[in-house]
């Protein structure tokens, strides 16, 4: 493989690193045009890639491509930034330029593998790749045997530096992250969640023997949810209205933290009784005075939210408490399930069936009746576990992994009162410092920091 410098030839300008090829053949490599941050487009470079690998595949590949300009640094360092510039964009080459605002600029991050982003060969007159370089090379490796003396303390001293900007830059993509609200989800976002967690959406029937049920109308409707729906005697109906951050998400491996509340829960009891919202929630409810498209990206965002934040297999229902009555759920090949009651009465005889308990089930899982798909729903986030692929190669490599992995939260407490409860009174600035110096503390607590018997806290 060999590296290509200069203008690449002309190529056709409508297509572009995510569009959907209506090609039948399938590519198994890309190449894809790269530049490192504030060098100009002259300078580009060109790798190809099977579409296999992941971001630190891909990493090498370049780190391998650029020698030895990039010997001074480990690949884990390279910050890969997904962009479709032109090659005469006048921001390029511009190092004071904001990647992520101004070139739009999304981060190449795990578990997505090169095939998941490059659908197609994308567009030949762009640049595909921005390589961002860290402020400093990578500390030098340990000595083969530690010894007492300056070189074993240096090293010791860049190592926890190091992992304290692996903090430093995660609280900083933390501070600058978009945000969501539930209420306004638009398309765009919803298609940019369910790529990144690699969830389709598919249509289903569901059958159920008809009853004389029959839904009187949206009049008090907790009420008359109640009222029309029986649900078992472990579960109870709840209206989380006063609880607008019900649903807030601010995980370090999305695109973007989510926030909003739902307008009716059907959650366990057990959880209820000690004030659990969140972990009990079996079914969520999205009313609307008239049900619209743009509402579906609401209704389903919900339900990965609701997914994500219980400990059971959690269906959703976009309803007008009228005529329409849609369905959603997770199924196990990772699609996002869809069904339109035929009627109010129907509507009704699903959400009872669905709601019905199974000696059988378990939390994620749920197995009422295999020849219900509503009641074969699975909880994706809790069953799989996590969604990290491969193993690392080395120590830095396993923490660039544990900091991306799903469901972190660097949202740490005091022991007497909880810190978070005072950010509405503090800077952007104070907030960081006070979650860094957090951060400290806790790498300070954990023993793989603490070198050897004489180590002593700088917090004691």
Same mark, same amino acid.
């Given at each position: 493989m060999t590296k290509k410098r200069g203008r &690449?030839?002309?190529?056709?300008?409508?297509?572009?690193?995510t569009a959907t090829s209506s090609s039948t053949v399938t590519i198994t490599e890309t190449t894809l045009f790269c530049l490192v941050h504030d060098k100009p487009p002259s300078s580009f470079f060109s790798v190809t890639v099977g579409n296999h690998e992941n971001i630190n595949g891909l990493r090498k590949l370049i780190k391998k491509e650029n020698e030895p300009y990039l010997d001074n640094f480990a690949h884990w360092q390279l910050k890969l930034w997904i962009?479709?510039?032109?090659?005469?964009? &006048?921001?390029?080459?511009?190092?004071?330029?904001?990647?992520?605002?101004?070139?739009?600029?999304r981060e190449f991050l795990p578990p997505n593998k090169v095939g998941d982003i490059f659908t197609t060969q994308p567009n030949g007159n762009n640049i595909h790749i921005i390589v961002e370089l860290p402020t400093s090379p990578a500390p030098s490796k340990a000595p083969s045997k530690i010894t007492e003396g300056e070189s074993s303390y240096k090293w010791s001293i860049d190592t926890f530096n190091e992992t304290t900007q692996q903090f430093a830059n995660i609280l900083e993509r933390q501070t600058k992250k978009p945000k969501a609200s539930l209420s306004t989800m638009n398309q765009t976002l919803l298609d940019e969640l369910l790529k990144h967690l690699g969830i389709r959406r598919a249509t289903s029937v569901i059958t159920v023997d008809p009853t004389d049920k029959n839904f009187d109308g949206p009049f008090r409707y907790m009420s008359y949810l109640r009222d029309n729906i029986t649900i078992p005697s472990t579960l109870v109906w709840y209206d989380p209205k006063f609880k607008r951050d019900l649903l807030n998400i601010n995980d370090i491996s999305f695109p973007y933290s989510i926030s909003g509340t739902a307008d009716v829960l059907i959650m366990d009891e057990s959880y209820y009784n000690v004030l659990d919202y969140r972990s009990g929630i079996r079914a969520v409810f999205e009313l609307k005075k008239m049900v619209q498209d743009q509402d579906t990206s609401q209704a389903i965002s919900e339900l990965i939210a609701t997914n994500i934040l219980s400990n059971y297999a959690v269906f959703a229902v976009l309803t007008d408490l009228n005529d329409t009555w849609i369905f959603y759920w997770l199924s196990n090949d990772r699609a996002v399930m869809m069904f339109r009651a035929i009627n109010s009465s129907n509507a009704l005889d699903i959400i009872e069936k669905a709601v019905n308990e199974d000696s059988t089930s378990t939390a994620t899982t749920t197995t009422i009746d295999p020849n219900f798909p509503i009641g074969t729903r699975i909880n994706h986030f809790h069953h799989l576990g996590n969604l990290q692929e491969g193993a690392s190669e080395n120590e830095m490599e396993s923490l660039d992994l544990f900091f991306n992995r799903p469901k972190v939260q660097f949202e740490f407490e005091d022991d007497v009162a909880n810190m978070k409860d005072m950010f509405d009174k503090m800077t952007e600035s104070e907030i960081k410092d006070w979650k860094m110096r957090r951060a400290l503390k806790l790498l300070d607590?954990?023993?793989?920091?603490?070198?050897?018997?004489?180590?002593?806290?700088?917090?004691?």
């Open positions: &690449p030839p002309n190529t056709s300008a409508t297509s572009s690193p962009v479709d510039i032109p090659f005469d964009s &006048p921001n390029l080459g511009d190092s004071s330029v904001n990647i992520a605002n101004v070139l739009q600029g607590e954990t023993p793989g920091f603490q070198l050897d018997k004489n180590y002593m806290s700088m917090y004691l």
